[in-house]
């Protein structure tokens, strides 16, 4: 017999087939609805891998990279929600360009286990222990200014660190910062479920993207559409393209920098004459049944020429399946 939970699923697809039942027999259009289809007790476990490449002028300065192993786990499911542990390694922000020998000394405070809510079909709802990675997170940043200290001919000074740190611990003081910063990972993975999407049509609309650190959102024009969907073995590559507004990037890396005590002056006149350019290509490759990634990959490219200086940078991200 069909739990409930299932039924009302296969209702909710049912429901969607026959609104489409016109579009099918116009134009034969195949729409792939991105449905979580869990129980109690399912595990998936993920390889999570950061590179960040940076530029200047033609010459790379600086390469980093760091994997980790992540855990998926459904601890609840009702006929509303599901109740999902992430559990993973704790990476903290590359700008604050802490030496290696801090890192290892600090490696014991990077574990986190997270509890998350999304709804029936899989749609991200919100972390329930929020204040719990806050204090944690705020502890290892304590640790990481007490450890400074104590690092002989340290080019770091405690206020300088403090006023670097600064805007990261307010976006780790709030629900909304961890969700989108802490657990980035997390918004890519769950970034399709609860929408449908025609396979033949390209998908084009203005996006707005969270401020990490407050104030006015980032608009971004984005575009969706297939490279490939496989119905017999329920998989799909689906491709998102998106490139920043310019005016907008530049407002929020003002503000950040005068989060970071830095002089106005001799910031509003770097940026005054500065060029940005910042584009996304996300590929999503998933078992859209029962709705699990497979690999996702993401890059941004942000290529940002501030006070006749060029400077390039790019972030990827790779979530991929462990079998």
């Known amino acids: 017999m069909l739990s409930l939970t299932t039924m009302n699923k296969w209702l909710t697809l049912l429901l969607l087939t026959l609104l489409y039942i016109p579009v099918y027999s116009q134009s034969e259009t195949t729409y792939i609805p991105y449905v979580a289809y869990w ?17 200047k002028e033609d010459n790379r300065i600086k390469l980093d990279s760091s994997t980790y192993n992540a855990q998926f786990k459904v601890l609840q499911a009702t006929d509303s929600s599901y109740l999902i542990s992430w559990t993973f390694e704790n990476q ?16 014991g405070f990077t574990n986190m286990q997270v509890s998350y809510e999304t709804d029936e079909l899989g749609t991200f709802v919100g972390v329930q222990n929020w204040e719990e990675i ?3 997170t705020q502890a ?22 403090e006023a670097a740190m600064a805007p990261f611990i307010s976006i780790y003081s ?14 890519y993975f769950h970034y399709p479920m609860g929408a449908e999407f025609a396979v033949k049509d390209t998908l084009h609309y203005q996006d707005l993207l969270p401020n990490m650190f407050g104030g006015t959102p ?3 024009d984005a575009r969706i559409y297939f490279e490939e969907v496989d119905l017999e073995n329920s998989t799909s590559l689906m491709i998102q393209q998106m490139t920043l507004n310019p005016e907008d990037t530049k407002n929020t890396l003002l503000d950040v920098f005068k989060r970071m ?15 940005f350019n910042i584009t996304d290509i996300n590929k999503y490759e998933f078992y859209f049944y029962p709705c699990v990634p497979i690999k996702i990959e993401t890059k941004r490219t942000s290529i940002i020429n501030i006070d006749s200086e060029k400077g390039k940078r790019i972030d990827r991200t790779i979530i991929k399946l462990i079998d």
């Open 39 to 55: 129980e109690v007790g399912d595990e998936y476990n993920f390889s999570v891998s950061k590179v960040k490449e940076q530029w």
């Open 174 to 187: 709030s629900k909304e910062g961890i969700e989108r910063l802490v657990l980035g990972e997390l918004q």
């Open 261 to 275: 005590n830095l002089e106005e002056n001799e910031i509003e006149k770097a940026l005054a004459n500065s060029e």
């Open 218 to 220: 980032i608009r971004g």
């Open 134 to 136: 806050s204090l944690k």
């Open 140 to 161: 290892l940043f304590n640790e990481v200014i007490k450890l400074t200290q104590d690092v002989p001919d340290s080019d770091i000074s405690n206020e300088k660190l």
């Open 92 to 107: 903290l922000p590359p700008e604050l360009n802490l030496p290696e020998s801090l890192k290892e000394q600090i490696a």
